[in-house]
């Protein structure tokens, strides 16, 4: 046997990370990656999705791909080159454009992560949440929160396409993933007698705030599942009356409490007046854009990103993002900002100059 004693320094270093090595133990001290970075350094990139490239390719899928139990729904998600193969659009956000062709169900399950889905082109379909048929039209918001049974049916002969957000990446980081198909019988819930209970029950109740939610925390989802955009159009024109600012803000949220729709998620429309440029902000905390209406650009970190309707575009953590519209534009935002402001780790700064475009995103 080696007496310890006759090593030298070298020697029974070596021996020592050999033995920890064993132990399943890694020393701080030789980790070489950086763990605590001064600022955010997600891997997911500044990237943009464009209508143009989207739209025929969820055609195509809806002529060869049909929607059925096993896929269960037809999405096709925005995959970050940033995440080296997951299907996420930045670390904690999922992001897609889900679309439905003539007279299909997609059938209903429910799982923990929760989604919204903003209404970017067609009509006669609903999305029947625990029971309540939710009507969706082009600008409204519909919530299915965590564990609520949720399937969608169209009843007309035409196409329909919304923008899915979930909090999906950051339930699996957490390891709370759960799933569960609807046991029937059939693939959707029944059509109840009259939809849109939970908008009846808030008639008139209010259900946006100016800018963001600040200190309204809830572990709960709101109770009003469905968001029409003649009320968020209202509010945006309300405050745009009231201001000169580039950019108007509304925040979508509960009227029973005044939080965010979802616990993990908030939902905004950022609305950029015509020929004005917003003041950069850095956020800690990951964004998808949606653009509804309008045209422009946005610089991300010195790149410019030109987008028009239905385009989808991604400002990861601690980017510095600013917007510019050449016609009047309204832009969905979906954030992790309520899960940022419960850990008490919420922050923003706001930059004074415009920052310099190194470089001009090239869509594919
Ligand atoms: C989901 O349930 C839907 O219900 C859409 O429409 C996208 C992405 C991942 C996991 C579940 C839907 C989804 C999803």
């Known amino acids: 046997m080696m007496n310890t004693d006759d090593l030298d320094t070298e020697h029974r270093l070596d021996s020592l990370y050999k033995d920890l090595a064993a132990a399943d133990l890694r020393p701080l001290w030789t980790i070489t990656e950086q763990l605590l970075t001064p600022t955010p350094k997600p891997k997911a990139v500044p990237w943009l999705w464009s209508a143009r490239t989207m739209k025929p390719l969820a055609r195509r899928a809806i002529d060869l791909v049909p929607v059925e139990r096993g896929g269960e729904r037809r999405v096709l998600s925005l995959q970050n ?3 080296g193969g997951r ?14 062709g003539p007279r299909e169900v997609a059938p209903a399950h429910r799982h923990t992560p929760g989604a919204v889905r903003f209404v970017l082109e067609g009509e006669g379909v609903w999305t029947t949440v625990n029971g309540d048929a939710c009507d969706m039209r082009p600008g409204d918001l519909v919530l299915t929160p965590s564990m609520n049974w949720h399937d969608h049916t169209s009843s007309v002969d035409g196409e329909m396409f ?9 339930i699996e980081a957490l390891d709370g993933v759960f799933f569960e198909e609807y046991p029937g019988p059939g693939q959707a819930q029944p059509e109840p007698a009259e939809h849109n209970t939970s908008e009846r029950a808030h008639a008139g109740a209010s259900r946006y705030t100016p800018g963001s939610v600040r200190d309204h925390l809830s572990p709960r989802h709101s109770s009003l599942l469905n968001y029409r955009w003649a009320d968020t159009e209202k509010e945006l024109d309300r405050l745009g009356a009231q201001s000169d600012e ?21 939902c905004a429309v950022h609305r950029v007046r015509a020929g004005r440029r917003s003041k950069p902000v850095r956020r800690a905390g990951n964004t998808v854009y949606v653009v509804f209406r309008g045209s422009g650009s946005s610089v991300i970190d010195g790149q410019r990103f030109d987008w028009g309707p239905g385009d989808m575009f991604v400002a990861p953590s601690w980017s510095a993002v600013e917007h510019a519209a050449q016609e009047r534009a309204d832009l969905f935002v979906l954030s992790d ?14 930059l004074d100059a415009p920052q310099p475009v190194t470089r001009v995103f090239d869509p594919r």
Do not use: H, K, N
């Open 81 to 83: 080159p940033g995440l």
């Open 246 to 266: 580039p950019l108007v803000e509304v925040e979508y949220v509960s009227p029973d409490t005044g939080a965010s729709v979802l616990p993990t998620l908030a």
């Open 162 to 170: 919304w923008f899915d957000g979930l909090d999906l990446p950051m």
């Open 87 to 100: 299907p996420y659009a930045v670390g904690t956000l999922w992001g897609a454009l889900q679309c439905l």
């Open 337 to 350: 900002e309520p899960v940022l402001r419960a850990l008490g780790i919420a922050r923003t700064e706001v």
